[in-house]
């Protein structure tokens, strides 16, 4: 049998869920497959949007359904839990999956007692974290329209501290602090609860010091070496205990001791599959 990972999307969570999963598990990765390919899918991993061809396939072939961050953004953000459940639902009707995953153990437990949770691998680092005397450099990968009003805050107290607030660093393996905060409105419960943990996850594989906002994601994934941050004052507390390198460099070890890579997810795929098809 050979694996089919298709999926309408060119974002980060398909080249994530997609191409980098994918070739981990040795699949045929079609972003638009033709009708002729779908149907020679067996199985077939559908990463968040299904295309038409899978919408009209005719096969029997197991079809697993990676939900991702499947609901209208940013507008869907407002939505609370059992809307949100409801379009997945409404989605998987028309999708018509054998099995589901969720990126969280939370988004899991909401959806329901069959779907399997499968975190979110980050990149690989030639070179891990080198932890310097003093903080330079805060950064933070993505889009700065997410952070909103903590664009201005983060702005603010890197000019007070003498520090540099970077959006997307060239590698972040130079980069002294990374943020992984939200603000609205791309913040509500699908955020806080059904987002991915690969911010976190990349910080852990590069053993760089970061500060979270409490999303479930990061939490079901911490080492114990993050900071929490939901509102200036902890944002303010963390770069206090953060601009120590003594503090960082226990961080950065606690972080190191949770990497999980493409090759770690298609193995627990892998072995979740083995019980089901």
């Avoid at 598990?25 to 067996?42: C, N």
């Avoid at 980069?175 to 911010?199: E, F, Q």
């Avoid at 193995?267 to 083995?274: G, L, Q, V």
Wanted: net charge positive; glycine share 10%.
């Amino acid at each position: 049998m050979t694996l089919l990972v298709t999926g309408k999307g060119s974002g980060g969570s398909w080249k994530i869920r997609g191409e980098q999963l994918g070739a981990a598990l040795g699949a045929k990765v079609v972003p638009a497959p033709s009708q002729a390919e779908v149907e020679a899918g067996d199985p077939i991993l559908v990463v968040k949007r299904p295309t038409d061809a899978i919408l009209n396939r005719k096969t029997t072939a197991p079809l697993v359904w990676d939900i991702v961050d499947a609901w209208p953004q940013p507008e869907g953000n407002e939505w609370k839990k059992d809307k949100l459940v409801a379009h997945v639902m409404q989605t998987a009707g028309r999708i018509r999956p054998d099995f589901m995953i969720a990126a969280t153990r939370r988004m899991a437990e909401d959806l329901g007692p069959d779907v399997f949770a499968l975190r979110h691998h980050g990149r690989v680092y030639e070179k891990q974290n080198c932890i310097k005397e003093k903080v330079g450099v805060v950064a933070y990968e993505g889009s700065a329209r997410y952070l909103g009003r903590w664009v201005e805050k983060v702005t603010a107290e890197c000019v007070r501290r003498g520090w540099l607030f970077v959006i997307n660093p060239k590698c972040l393996t130079e980069v002294d602090i990374v943020l992984a905060l939200r603000d609205y409105p791309h913040k509500g419960y699908g955020t806080d609860h059904w987002k991915s943990n690969v911010k976190l996850q990349n910080a852990q594989n590069s053993g760089t010091p970061i500060i979270c906002g409490r999303e479930s994601g990061y939490q079901e994934t911490a080492s114990g070496g993050e900071e929490w941050a939901d509102t200036p004052e902890e944002l303010l507390r963390a770069f206090d205990k953060l601009s120590g390198q003594a503090e960082r460099l226990v961080a950065a070890s606690l972080l190191r001791k949770q990497t999980y890579t493409a090759a770690d997810a298609a193995r627990d795929f892998t072995k979740w599959r083995a019980g089901k098809f």
